[in-house]
């Protein structure tokens, strides 16, 4: 099959109540890793770069890289997407690149750190879904930003992220303001901002609902009922994953991630991409700390990397099934991109504001 639409694929998973995990790749272990996994449970895929991994192994690697996904597993079907584009230049670089979604987060200015406007962010993202939809491509945008509610610290781990300090309401997607948004961008997906951020360091403590607003999804969904909403910074952090990097010789400070059983219950109420790298940069991390201080005398690259492709998987094939993945590819056939405009121009694929 070749590379589907990300429209198609939520649509999928909102008429059939689940949600797919959308894993950042880097390299050729990661996408085999989250690939193998979606093989063993029947899931469609979502590979997504950020311009880190675009500048880490360079853009035709990534391309390729995710190219070869398909040629090697054609029953899957796959999606391409670009994570975090701070502009409408890098998001048409995306697309001219073959990339069958992109994301515009214009919750940020193109510097990817100063919180921007709600103006702008209409601007820029409704300049995407333009550029994108008359070529079938998909658009994710964002409202709000990503932060931690206990500290009002912004989220900058990642390279993408706010800095400095943030006020409540800028952390907290408004159902009335993404209606407004919604409205007047008509994208496919929206992430919104309920207290997570990107990296390990989430939450101080096992996030209870003053700091991990799950309730802000059912409020935001009753208005946009068909947008599909995206959870960003939504690795669970393992506590078992800190403890063989601890016990191996890393020093990760006590932290907890967004509980599996908080992201179930945000399925339920419309959200359907459920974004993850985290997770997969702690197995890998862990796996080859223990393989190598296990077999100090080992140094073929290929000998550690495998047990690190395999924690990977395990952490992929997990998400998969708790999300309610489970034997859905194979129900969904792919869309061609060009078959997908003429959906987008006919106005089929309109959202609904209520
Ligand atoms: O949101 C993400 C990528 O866009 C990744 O989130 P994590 O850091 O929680 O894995
Ligand atoms: O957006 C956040 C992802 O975790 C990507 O991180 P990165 O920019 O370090 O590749
Ligand atoms: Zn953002
Ligand atoms: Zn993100």
Redesign the pocket.
């Known amino acids: 099959m070749p590379l589907v639409s990300m429209r198609q694929l939520l649509d999928h998973a909102a008429e059939n109540g689940y949600g797919i995990p959308a894993f ?1 790749v880097n390299n050729l272990e990661q996408v085999q890793a989250v690939m193998s996994a979606a093989d063993e449970v029947g899931a469609p895929v979502i590979l997504q770069a ?4 675009r500048k880490y192994a360079g853009e035709p690697f990534i391309k390729h890289l995710i190219l070869a996904a398909s040629e090697m597993y054609p029953h899957i079907p796959l999606v391409m997407h670009q ?2 584009g701070t502009s409408p230049k890098v998001c048409e670089g995306a697309i001219g690149l073959g990339f069958g979604s992109v994301m515009m987060d214009g919750s940020l200015m193109e510097d990817g750190k100063t919180p921007s406007s709600f103006d702008y962010n209409v601007e820029v993202t409704r300049k995407v879904v333009d550029m994108a939809h008359k070529v079938g491509v998909t658009v994710e945008g964002e409202l709000g930003c990503l932060g931690n509610l206990e500290t009002g610290d912004a989220g900058e781990e ?3 992220g706010a800095v400095g300090k943030l006020d409540h309401s800028q952390m907290l997607t408004d159902p009335e303001e993404a209606a407004t948004f919604v409205k007047a961008t008509q994208l496919d997906a929206l992430a919104i901002a309920i207290g997570t951020s ?1 990296g390990a360091y989430k939450f101080s403590r096992k996030p209870t609902g003053d700091i991990l607003a799950i309730s802000r999804v059912k409020e935001i969904h009753a208005r946009i009922p068909n947008t599909h909403l995206v959870m960003h910074g939504s690795s669970s952090v393992p506590q078992e994953l800190l403890a063989i990097i601890n016990e191996y010789g890393g020093k990760m400070k006590e932290t907890y991630g967004v509980p599996v059983e908080e992201i179930q219950e945000a399925i339920k109420y419309g959200v359907r991409k459920i974004n993850i ?2 997770d997969i940069r702690l197995a890998m991390t862990g796996a080859v700390r223990k393989f190598l201080a296990e077999n100090p005398d080992k140094f073929d690259a290929r000998e550690w990397l495998k047990p690190a492709r395999e924690a990977a998987k395990q952490v992929c094939k997990q998400r998969y099934l708790e999300f309610g993945c489970e034997g859905q590819g194979s129900k969904i056939k792919g869309v061609a991109l060009d078959a997908m405009a003429t959906r987008y121009a006919s106005g089929a694929l309109a959202q609904q504001v209520l």
């Open positions: 950042n950020s311009a880190g991994a994570d975090h990642d390279g993408i990107h790298d985290t």
